[in-house]
């Protein structure tokens, strides 16, 4: 079956350090993948996806994501954290072809220290 | 408001009783789906609707649970005679038509807590 694995459950960083999330994903074929947050209170955002093309994916808020096929990993990362960057981060996938589904990863709470 | 719209937002039922919860998705979204959360936990999928067709059900949706899509409008899903191990977030998304992995637009969830 296929699975959605993030590294960390819970992650604590001071403002103006780099975050570095990982995921990682298990299924052999075309996916599509995603990185949503749900900030306190609100409801889950997407803050970006990964279709095809350039493997390096920017996304809202100064994210980024690198797809890696070869290690199946889609990990976020951002330089410089704010303490308005404490939230939920999920990592999910949906699979290229056929169903429409969308796995998600367990989710990682960051906290920014100001 | 223009998105995902879920009610109610809190139900505490008690064990053994009925709850029927509404999504209202994007007006030109064609897909639908639901999702369970528990704390700790990502959301987890449980069914999916293409307009009127249930296209897709899990199997973590018992024969306790079942949903509806009528008109390929709203939504519904009931969990009937509920178990304490059912209390959790429901959450319902919403997609357009259009290429695979279009993403989905998620609503403020339905908390159910079973009593």
């Known amino acids: 079956a296929q699975s959605v694995s993030q590294h960390n459950h819970h992650v604590i960083l001071s403002e103006a350090a780099s975050l570095e999330l990982g995921c990682n994903y298990s299924?052999?074929?075309?996916?599509?993948l995603f990185w949503y947050v749900q900030y306190p209170g609100q409801h889950l955002q997407l803050l970006l996806k990964y279709f095809s093309g350039d493997p390096l994916v920017k996304g809202i808020k100064g994210f980024e994501a690198e797809f890696i096929k070869s290690k199946f990993s889609f990990n976020l990362r951002k330089p410089s954290v704010q303490w308005s960057d404490t939230a939920e981060y999920f990592c999910a996938v949906s699979l290229g072809t056929g169903g429409f589904k969308t796995i998600f990863g367990a989710g990682t709470r960051l906290f920014v220290k100001a | 408001d223009t998105g995902v719209s879920q009610d109610p937002r809190h139900k505490i039922t008690k064990r053994g009783q009925n709850v029927t919860f509404r999504c209202d998705p994007i007006?030109?979204?064609?897909?639908l789906y639901w999702y369970r959360q528990t704390l700790g936990q990502g959301p987890e999928f449980l069914t999916y609707?293409?307009?009127?067709?249930?296209?897709?059900k899990s199997r973590l949706l018992s024969d306790r649970f079942s949903a509806e899509r009528p008109k390929g409008s709203f939504s519904t899903l009931e969990i009937q005679r509920t178990e304490q191990g059912d209390s959790a977030m429901y959450l319902c998304?919403?997609?357009?038509?259009?290429?695979?992995?279009?993403?989905?637009?998620f609503g403020q969830g339905t908390r159910l807590t079973v009593v």
């Open positions: 998304a919403s997609s357009s038509p259009g290429r695979v992995g279009t993403e989905a637009f």
């Open positions: 609707f293409q307009n009127e067709a249930q296209l897709e």
């Open positions: 299924y052999g074929g075309t996916v599509n």
């Open positions: 007006s030109e979204h064609n897909r």
